[in-house]
């Protein structure tokens, strides 16, 4: 749980870590392969389990969510969405959505198949809040 003082007011929220299943980087994959950019890459693409954490009350996609901001939380690396609790607790608070998913360790798989390049990240999350939709 976390806790902190704001003006002299203990103020705790707790925020359960979900998680989804999500199929990544197939296309991807498949592009650099037929580039030969990489030999190693899977052309199925990898599945993860994506634990993150959502302030918010149902799917992305609810309408009283929608009418909400939405907050997209990224760490960096090393990290979790464990870096972004107090900051997720403030944006709650004044009234934002806030979701932080955590991106694969580098214990997940062996070293070269997922390679934290942008384009890999950008469709991990495409993939993530198309899951959560």
Known sequence: ?????????????????REVIIKTCGSLYKKWKAEKRFRTVPKEGLT???PYIDTGEG???????KSRP???ALHGAPGSWKDFSYVADY???VGARVVV????????YKPGI???SDKEKAQ???DFLKAIA
């Open 124 to 126: 991990y999350l495409q």
């Open 1 to 17: 749980m976390n806790s902190y003082r704001s003006n002299h007011v203990s103020i705790e929220k707790h925020y359960e870590e």
């Open 114 to 116: 997922f390679r934290h």
């Open 91 to 93: 944006l709650h608070n």
């Open 59 to 65: 799917t992305v996609s609810d309408s009283k969510e």
């Open 70 to 72: 939405l907050v997209l």
């Open 48 to 50: 993860f389990n994506v």
């Open 101 to 108: 998913p955590s991106f694969p360790n580098f214990s997940h």
